[in-house]
Every structure is written in C-alpha cells, then in structure tokens.
C-alpha cells in the first residue's frame, strides 16, 4: 500500500499562530514517531505513540506544542503561538510496533514562521 | 541530542567510484541504521544492523558495525550521480528507548558524473 503521508507538505505562518500537521501512517502500523529537523539541530526526536497512547513526549520542545494519535491511525502535531525557532522540517514515521525495527518516514511538513 | 557523529561531513567523488561514510556513537544500541535524505525531506531507510552483527550487504551498500569502537561505517560501492544525497546514521538504544532513533548530523555526499 501507500507509504506514509504528511500534510501539508509545506506551511507559512505568522508567528504567534497556532498550526496543526497531519500524519497518515502506513496501515496496520501501530508505532507512529515525530521527529523534526533544523539547521541548529539536526534531527531531534519529539513524540513516540504505541496505538492511541503517548508513552514518551519527552522530546517535545515546550508546552506549545501537543500531539494526538486518533483510532490508531492518524496523528496530528499541533503547535500554538508559533515562534521563529519552531520554522523545521517535521518528519512523521511510523513502523510495526516490534521495537527495534525499521521505521518508514513521510516526506515531511516545511514549516515556516515569519 | 545528537547521539552520533558522521565522519566527514561533505564527500565529493566521481561517479564509478566508492565512497566511504563512517559514524560515531556514545551509548549502549540495540541496532543501527542508515538513512539517506533527498533535498532536505524524507527519509529513506537504507540498511540496519543489529547490535550483534558485524557486517551486513545490501545491493551496493556494505555496512559494518564495532561494537568495542562505538562506530559504524557505509560503503557504496560504483557510485552513481543518483547517490548524491545526504546519508544519515541512527541509533537506537539497547534497554527501555528501543523504539526512538537519534539522529548524527549528516554526510553531504556529491556524485559528479
């Protein structure tokens, strides 16, 4: 089947906004992961969902941001009142759930926050 | 955080030839693995090495793994002009974070044709 979906692929907004992006998993996926990637930072972890439960936040950057994973399928990062450091690439993945296996990532969302 | 570091960070080579990426890394794994990055989005999974290996293949990828050095290192072998790209290693820790990769920061590689 398809592969993992994200949108939108690419998002401009003012700072002091709030956004929300979408991640379509592949199907029968019960891991789903947001990572984000920044020239400052390189590729960071952020949320780790195992079915509808977030067993680990502890990568998200601050009290803006909060995700949720709905039916065990589709999640969405929402982050209030934007900053200019929260402009990144947000990556969703996702993988079967055994731990330690590979994870599938989507083509990722372009924040951008003027 | 960063868990690793690519060794060198931008490579040019010439296509037919090979090019060699190596990573470091400071923790426990339980597995490693290889990522490669088109213009800055998605990611896509190349090869991953458990904990317990010490080399594995791929096509034209040949990735070997120390375990006593901390370090990793990506062979392509007969580089094409579709390898450029940025390849990315990733850990995941052997114990309870199992599940979450930590990312190095990058080897810019240039296949000029």
């Known amino acids: 089947g398809a592969g993992v979906s994200q949108s939108p692929s690419n998002k401009v907004t003012e700072k002091g906004k709030d956004v929300e992006l979408r991640c379509d998993p592949i199907?029968?996926?019960?891991?789903l992961y947001w990572y984000r990637q920044s020239l400052g930072q390189g590729l960071e972890f952020l949320i780790y969902?195992?079915?509808?439960?977030?067993?680990?936040k502890s990568g998200l950057p601050s009290d803006r941001f909060s995700a949720e994973r709905t039916g065990g399928s589709v999640s969405t990062l929402t982050i209030q009142r934007t900053q200019q450091e929260d402009s990144a690439v947000y990556l969703c993945?996702?993988?079967?759930?055994?731990?330690?296996?590979?994870?599938?990532f989507g083509p990722g969302t372009r924040l951008t926050v003027l | 955080s960063q868990q690793g570091e690519e060794d060198p960070q931008a490579l040019s080579i010439q296509e037919g030839e090979n090019a060699t990426m190596n990573c470091s890394y400071k923790t426990s794994i339980n597995n490693l693995q290889w990522y490669r990055q088109n213009s800055g989005r998605g990611l896509v999974h190349l090869i991953l090495?458990?904990?317990?290996?010490r080399e594995k293949h791929s096509g034209r990828l040949r990735v070997t793994l120390d375990t006593s050095k901390k370090s990793s290192s990506l062979l392509i072998t007969a580089s094409r002009a579709a390898d450029t790209a940025s390849y990315f290693c990733?850990?995941?820790?052997?114990?309870?974070?199992?599940?979450?990769?930590?990312f190095g920061k990058g080897t810019l590689l240039t296949v000029n044709p």
């Open positions: 090495i458990r904990s317990n290996e």
């Open positions: 993945a996702s993988s079967l759930g055994r731990r330690g296996g590979e994870q599938f």
């Open positions: 990733a850990t995941m820790d052997s114990g309870g974070s199992n599940y979450k990769l930590t």
């Open positions: 969902f195992q079915g509808n439960s977030a067993p680990d």
């Open positions: 199907s029968g996926h019960t891991a």
